[in-house]
Each structure stands twice: as C-alpha cells, then as structure tokens.
C-alpha cells in the first residue's frame, strides 16, 4: 500500500487552490506533476553544474556529462533494456516514433509492404505512419476494436502477415485506457518476419515494463508523463538496429570524422543525438526514474487499480453516463473516458473545472477513435501514484451536480 498522502507532500503544485478550491489534478494521461526531487535536479544543473555534454575537458563539462549519461542509464535500466546504448535521447514519444518513421522506415519499407496500426492510436502514432505509407506506396492497416474498447484479434493472422514490415502499436490507449497485448502482438510480428515499435508513452510511467520481455524493436516513451520535465524523452531501440540505421539528424555530436566532401558516424547513442542535447531536462528524467523505483512501480500500478476500479464503479452508478475502454482492470490502465448524452464534455469539462477538478476534454489526439466510437469527444479522468479515493469522491460528487445543472429540463 502507497503512503499517498506523504506522497503528495514531495508535489508543491497539490498544495495550491483554483478558485478557492483543492487542486483535484485528474488530467495525468496529458502531463504530470513532478515532485521536489525533479525540481530540485533542474536547479541543481543549472545553478552547479550547467556546461555542455562529451567536449570539455573542464570540470563541469565532466560532471555534466556524466550526470547526463547517468541519466541514460537510469532509463535504459528502469524498461530493463541491456545497455544504454539503446537509449537515444528525443524531445518526447512524437519524436521518438518520427526518429523510427524518418529513419529504419525510409530505408525498409517498400511499395507493397504492410503497416499494422490499431484503431486506437494516438495521433503520433497514426500521422508519421500515413506519411511513410504515402511515400512508399505502403498499406496501412488497423486491428479493429471490439465494442468495449479492446484489440479485436479475431483476424490478427491474416492481419499481420507475410506482407506486414512493421507493427506499431499502442501499450496503453490514452482514451480509452486499454492495455494491450504487446507481447502475444510482438510474437506474431517476428513470426512473418515483421519488426516492432510500442508506443508506452501511457505505460513506462504506470507499470513495469520490460523491453526484454516485451521485446519490440522500438519503444517510445515521454519524460514529462512520468514525473520528469517536459521536452525529454527517449526511444528505445535494439543496438544491433541502431548500428545499421541512418541518422536522423546531422551536425554536430553524431559525428566522428568530418572532412568538405564527407562524414562518418560517432558511435551509439551520440550517433542520433545532432546538436547540444536537451542536458538539464535528461538529468531531471533521471531523477524522476529515481523517484518512481524508490516509490515502487508495481505498488503505483496496483494503486492506479484500486483507484480506476473505484472510480469505475461510481461513475456506471451515475444514470445517464456513458464509458469507455475494458471493465476489466488487468487489461485496463489509470484512464476513464465518459459522455452523457445532450452534454458537450466540454462543458461538462468547464463546470468541473469551476470546483478545482483538472479533466481533460476532447478527442484526445485520437480522431479516427472518437468517429468510431461515434462522439465528437469524450471527458477524461486520468489517474497517477499521488490521486486519492476521497478525490474521485470529490469528482463523483462534481459530475451528479454538473448533470442535473445541465440536464434540467427548465433550463
Ligand atoms: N502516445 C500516446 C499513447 C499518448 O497518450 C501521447 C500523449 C503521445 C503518444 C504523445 O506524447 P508526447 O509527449 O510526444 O506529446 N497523450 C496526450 C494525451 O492523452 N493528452 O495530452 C497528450
């Protein structure tokens, strides 16, 4: 069991109000809150040791350099990954999955080749792939859904196929919070001889992940939803891939020779990392990783299940509420989606908002989704280690109110 109100104490933005209010932060699936220690690291660099990465022979160039690597071997260990040679720095997942679509898939896919997207991905998931397809002369296609939200595999074989050159899929959806079986998926792909990218941007920060057990070839994930800073983040990739991929960007730090006509390559991870790297925002993904591994990540796993249950069942005794995504939690994340009928959720969003709770309103990136499931947008609360149950009281409570506001009749 979580200590979670000695947890909130390590997050100063849970001790500020809105409009009066208690800060019931309920939009975690967007962005995070970082606790002191995250805060503390950003200061720290800045304020001790702020010099640029892998170039002086200076001490602070030194320290910097190692707290930077440091870093990427807090990443590389934290999704079990066997060297830290596999973790390229990038700005966010986007980054990540366009560094994959811009590099390994200019050079492997081919007119007639398959693309395997699942009907829930998030947009950074769906557009850099639609621009790969066109290119290429690829074919996307789509695991279809089942009505409550999961992975239909009733024609997987015949999805991922002899034609099928990547599979790219979601961990856990963003909008409808369904895990998804990325290791029975990745199986099937390196059965027709497919490679493998996981989007975990909505998974590395709620549960363990072990890219060894998984073992896709890329895996993309975010610094600023799992604690650490915004513009961090990382894509895991096989060494053995890296080594025989182009780079994306080119300019600096990447290379190892340069003369007027020609360049050759630096060695891995620098190899992907053009220019001066985003150094403080690293260091602070670090200390978020530190964070998560002291607290425990199958306790913040098994807290977002007592909590997502919880709330799940307050909101299916609401009349007149509509969710979204699997009711069972072993195949469910910290996410719930909800619409009443005849109210906007932004509205809804906004009438929350009024009482201090932070949901988010929308498609949530994700608009093939929503024109599926047949809504315009959802209203979502997404969970995370430092939420209690008395807040999705809070949160209850603030949704019966804001129905019978906006569903009498005399109005
Ligand atoms: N993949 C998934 C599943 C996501 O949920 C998100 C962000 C991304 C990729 C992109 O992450 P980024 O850090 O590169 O932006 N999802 C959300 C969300 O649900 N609300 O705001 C951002």
């Keep these: 069991m979580l200590d979670i109100q000695k947890i909130r104490k390590d997050f100063p933005i849970l001790r500020r109000e809105v409009y009066g209010k208690p800060l019931i932060y309920l939009d975690n699936a967007a962005t995070s809150q970082k606790p002191d220690s995250v805060i503390r690291s950003l200061v720290d660099y ?25 870093a990427r071997e807090k990443v590389a260990r934290f999704i079990n990954a066997s060297s830290s040679n596999s973790i390229i720095w990038t700005r966010n997942a986007t980054e990540a999955i366009n560094l994959v679509a811009n590099t390994w898939a200019q050079e492997h896919v081919n007119s007639g080749d398959e693309i395997v997207l699942t009907g829930m991905e998030h947009h950074s998931n769906l557009v850099p792939w639609q621009k790969v397809a066109r290119d290429k002369q690829a074919l996307l296609r789509y695991i279809p859904l089942t009505p409550d939200g999961r992975l239909d595999l009733t024609n997987i074989d015949d999805i991922i196929c002899s034609r099928t050159k990547l ?22 792909a390196r059965k027709v001889g497919a490679s493998v990218l996981v989007d975990a941007a909505q998974s590395v920060p709620h ?7 998984i073992d896709p070839d890329f895996l993309a994930m975010s610094g600023h939803k799992m604690l650490g800073p915004t513009g961090i983040g990382a894509l895991y990739a096989k060494e053995d891939i890296l080594e025989n991929m182009e780079p994306f960007l080119r300019g600096g730090e990447m290379v190892l020779e340069v003369t007027y006509e020609d360049a050759s390559w630096n060695s891995l991870p620098m190899r992907f990392e053009a220019g001066t790297p985003n150094i403080a925002d690293a260091v602070g993904m670090g200390a978020a990783v530190d964070y998560l591994n002291a607290i425990g990540m199958k306790s913040i796993r ?14 299916k005794a ?14 469910r994340g910290g996410v719930i989606s909800f619409n009443s009928p005849g109210v906007h959720p932004h509205d809804l969003g906004t009438f929350l908002d009024r009482l201090g709770i932070a949901v988010r309103t929308g498609h949530h990136c994700t608009m093939p989704l929503m024109r599926m499931l047949g809504v315009p947008a959802t209203t979502r ?19 019966t109110e804001a129905l019978g506001y906006f569903n009498d009749g005399s109005r």
């Design 46 to 70: 800045y304020e001790n040791y702020n010099s640029n990465v892998h170039r002086g022979v200076h001490k602070l160039s030194m320290e910097s350099t190692e707290k930077f690597e440091e």
């Design 167 to 188: 599979v790219s899929i979601v961990h856990v959806s963003n909008s409808l919070g369904t895990i998804n079986p990325v290791e029975e998926l990745t199986a099937k």
């Design 207 to 213: 549960m363990p992940v072990d890219v060894q057990r």
């Design 302 to 315: 098994q807290h977002e299940v007592d909590i997502t249950s919880y709330a799940l069942d307050a909101i």
């Design 318 to 331: 609401i009349n007149g509420l509509d969710h979204y995504g699997p009711e069972d939690m072993s195949q």
């Design 381 to 399: 609360a997404s969970f995370y280690l430092y939420n209690t149950k008395s807040e999705v009281d809070v949160l209850i409570e603030g949704l």
